[in-house]
């Protein structure tokens, strides 16, 4: 019962939590005292509609939960200071300003707060999850204790940064050389710089990163599973989904996804195909997207917090688009595979890497409307569609097989094991 509180309470937020003033109240005696390995996991990157990051600690609270060897504190920005115990896992908001043009997103700029609770935790060992501001709040109180951290890859800095900062003025390999540049140096801090992907690993240790450790990311393979499909028309009925081929994508909706390529040439696909788009989430390019010219033939949805329906959603459709290169792992696509959901993905990033290794979808060329338009009709035309549901099978057993999150997070929690044992704790 523990560990479904927890995970309710943090998912929704929907259960109260106590406003507190992290640099001066008394904080509460450590959960589980006894436990053989506590890690104190702090991120920028949560928010409420945020996901792969959220979920990926939702997630590691569960497990964190269901095995009382370990212990784990939670430090996130919020609008106000709060805090919440559950019985292995204690999470902190810490009151932070909204990041321009990224919401849901908080920086994180209370070093003091920050400093206290890591002293007053003891964590074995600290991960950040974001690459700017955090790693460096937590560094020195980290040295001082003698505590290893680790960096989660969450965020393809470099490409993301090229792309954006660099394109706009035409700066795009310096943007990227300065981009690794600080890469490497935060790595000389880490005991072990943990990515998502295969690929992903190869990148960081080609660019001179030196511990990389490669771990995926998990999909909860009971909640996504292709037993939702049944609930297809139900779902798409209460949705105001059409009854033609559907495609999908669901996440935040940022420049560096590169939806603007999928509507540039979906227009196509409905053309040749009938096969309809829809968008879900939130992000600071909702306008622009619902501006577009092929946007009023889009169906927008919001974010969509609970799993319950989400994984519904994604076993309602006929297709995953994920279009950004910039992806380091892309969870609600291996979701969507794990329902039984083919992907449609650009030819480089984590989606590309999952869909070549599975065959559970196709690659188009990155930037490419032209591609996508292609590569789409040949997955949702009607001569093709018994190869559609052949790629959907294969992907379901790829997400079964080497995402299942208590398989990945084991593998988590030896790498913080071996970390540990280096660094002579």
Request: aromatic share 6%; with cysteine.
């Amino acid at each position: 019962m523990a560990a479904e509180i927890t995970a309710e309470r943090i998912a929704s937020q929907a259960l109260p939590v106590a406003p507190f003033r992290p640099a001066s109240v008394p904080l509460p005696a450590r959960l589980r005292p006894h436990a053989t390995l506590g890690v104190l996991d702090a991120t920028e990157w949560y928010g409420e509609t945020s996901g792969g990051i959220r979920t990926y600690l939702h997630e590691k609270a569960r497990f964190v939960n269901r095995h009382p060897e370990f212990r784990q504190s939670i430090v996130v920005p919020g609008a106000v200071d709060a805090m919440h115990d559950d019985e292995g896992v204690r999470t902190f908001h810490l009151r932070g300003p909204s990041i321009p043009r990224h919401r849901p997103y908080r920086m994180m700029l209370s070093s003091r707060s920050l400093a206290r609770i890591v002293r007053h935790e003891r964590p074995d060992i600290i991960e950040s999850g974001s690459p700017f501001m955090v790693p460096w709040l937590l560094a020195p109180e980290a040295r001082r204790l003698g505590i290893p951290m680790v960096c989660f890859h969450h965020t393809d800095l470099a490409g993301v940064l090229s792309r954006t900062v660099g394109t706009r003025y035409g700066l795009q390999k310096t943007v990227a050389s300065l981009s690794w540049r600080y890469l490497r140096q935060l790595d000389r801090h880490v005991g072990a710089t943990i990515v998502a992907t295969r690929s992903g690993a190869a990148e960081l240790e080609q660019h001179g990163l030196s511990n990389v450790v490669h771990v995926p990311l998990g999909v909860d393979v009971g909640m996504f599973s292709p037993v939702r499909r049944a609930l297809r028309d139900e779902v798409r009925a209460a949705l105001g989904l059409p009854d033609t081929p559907l495609a999908a994508f669901v996440g935040r909706f940022a420049r560096e996804k590169e939806l603007d390529v999928v509507l540039d040439g979906w227009a196509r696909v409905e053309q040749h195909t009938g096969a309809r788009l829809l968008l879900v989430g939130a992000g600071p390019e909702e306008a622009r997207l619902k501006a577009h010219a092929y946007g009023p033939r889009v169906f927008f949805l919001p974010f969509i917090q609970e799993r319950v329906p989400l994984a519904n959603l994604l076993a309602a459709i006929d297709l995953y688009v994920a279009a950004g290169p910039a992806e380091t792992f892309g969870l609600s696509a291996v979701e969507a595979m794990a329902t039984g959901t083919p992907v449609l993905t650009a030819n480089r990033g984590a989606v590309a890497e999952h869909v070549r290794r599975s065959d559970g979808g196709q690659l188009f060329e990155a930037g490419n409307p032209s591609s996508v338009a292609v590569v789409a009709e040949q997955l949702l035309s009607g001569a093709s569609r018994g190869g559609l549901r052949e790629h959907g099978d294969r992907a379901q057993r790829f997400a079964v097989t080497e995402h299942a999150w208590d398989t990945v997070l084991r593998q988590l929690f030896t790498v913080y094991h071996n970390v540990v044992v280096a660094h002579g704790r």
